[in-house]
């Protein structure tokens, strides 16, 4: 038996399968097809995580506003973020716009004045230094001004009027007290209710509660600040002399209520 060499046996195989000759065909046309070769593609860098590394920040992208939220802030860390560059935004475009509140004006200031009247019309000062063996310049009623009215204490209880409107005339001299914030309304109920507790008219006492008393009171209540002094002291000072000892029971008695004021009440400040 003849041994078949391979180009029998290709014969044979290309007999039997009528495709394996176009098979041998298309695989010798491709590789004879000129190949490129592939340039490996260079793997990206890994990018660090904001928050790791020395350089972590520099991932990030930069701008004039932002800043990067933190890994582990979740939803709540984008919702921060969100908002500052929302702010950034905002004040960019300009300041924000005043609250009305801001816009409201500053409360007004009243003037609140001392006026000062000596009683004796000049007198004490003459006659004190031989009489009570020291020298006393005045005797000394005051009153409020405030509200472009005056307001004083006496006997008769809490009274107002025009300034310098009493039949004393007009005061030997005024003292600048400051201003206040407290407005008319509120002025008058608590001059009411002065008038209903401590400065009724049954209350006044020449030495011990008199006019200088209420004004002393008011000022503070009005600007915080006293009323001078030499007109508080000047009781004290009668007293501490062998006269006014031996004049006191006569002069306890003694009320002074200036007239052409308007006594106050409750319902309408003035009566």
């Not at 340039?39 to 932002?66: D, H, V």
């Not at 063996?133 to 004083?152: C, M, N």
């Not at 002399?241 to 006191?248: C, I, K, M, N, V």
């Amino acid at each position: 038996m003849t041994t078949p060499t391979p180009d029998d046996r290709a014969c044979r195989t290309r007999g039997a399968f009528p495709g394996y000759g176009l098979a041998r065909q298309s695989r010798a046309l491709f590789s004879t097809r000129k190949t490129f070769p592939l340039k490996p593609i260079a793997a990206a860098a890994p990018q660090p995580r904001p928050g790791e590394g020395s350089n972590a920040l520099s991932a990030w992208p930069r701008s004039s506003s932002s800043v990067p939220p933190s890994p582990d802030a979740g939803c709540y860390g984008r919702a921060t973020h969100a908002q500052r560059e929302r702010s950034s935004v905002t004040s960019r475009s300009g300041p924000p716009a005043p609250s009305p509140a801001s816009m409201e004006p500053p409360p007004a200031l009243h003037p609140v004045k001392l006026y000062v009247y000596d009683l004796s019309k000049g007198m004490a000062r003459r006659l004190s230094p031989l009489m009570l063996g020291k020298q006393l310049d005045g005797i000394w009623h005051t009153s409020i001004i405030v509200h472009k009215d005056e307001f004083f204490y006496g006997s008769g209880g809490i009274s107002s009027c025009a300034p310098g409107g009493t039949l004393l005339g007009p005061p030997d001299s005024v003292v600048d007290l400051g201003n206040t914030e407290v407005t008319e309304e509120i002025f008058l109920e608590y001059l009411s209710s002065l008038g209903e507790s401590m400065f009724r008219g049954e209350s006044y006492n020449l030495f011990e509660h008199n006019c200088n008393t209420f004004s002393n009171e008011v000022a503070q209540f009005l600007t915080g600040k006293k009323i001078p002094s030499y007109i508080t002291d000047l009781p004290s000072e009668v007293l501490a002399t062998p006269f006014g000892q031996a004049l006191r029971p006569l002069l306890d008695s003694i009320q002074i209520q200036p007239p052409g004021g308007n006594t106050f009440s409750r319902h309408n400040g003035q009566s």
